[in-house]
């Protein structure tokens, strides 16, 4: 599906992968005790600065600080919109 939103500038638009549901011994985990996810996949990357290249491209697995970007939902779907800076790391 087709987003229509181009991030500016050095700007990423990142979905967020689901929190895990389900601890590794088997525990549920209840929806107030979820942390918020730190890895995403890029969904459209802006064309970057006069004198910076873009490093993340679309379909690439990223992870970033737990309070970074901002967060918007569009058609349905929850995103978050961040600087390519608050990426940690590529997957």
């Known amino acids: 599906m087709a987003l229509n939103i181009q991030p500016l500038s050095d700007r990423v638009l990142i979905e ?3 929190a895990e549901q ?3 011994s088997g525990l549920y985990i209840p929806d107030t005790a979820k942390e918020k996810p730190q890895q ?3 969904v459209a990357v802006g064309k970057g600065k006069k004198d910076h290249e873009m490093t993340v491209k ?3 697995t990223v992870l970033y600080g737990k309070y970074s ?4 939902k569009l058609e349905g779907t929850d995103y978050l919109i ?5 990426i940690l790391a590529i997957v």
Request: no cysteine.
């Open 82 to 86: 961040m600087k390519e800076d608050d």
């Open 22 to 24: 389900k601890t590794a």
């Open 40 to 42: 995403g996949t890029v």
């Open 16 to 18: 967020p992968t689901a």
């Open 69 to 72: 970007g901002t967060e918007l």
């Open 58 to 60: 679309v379909g690439d």
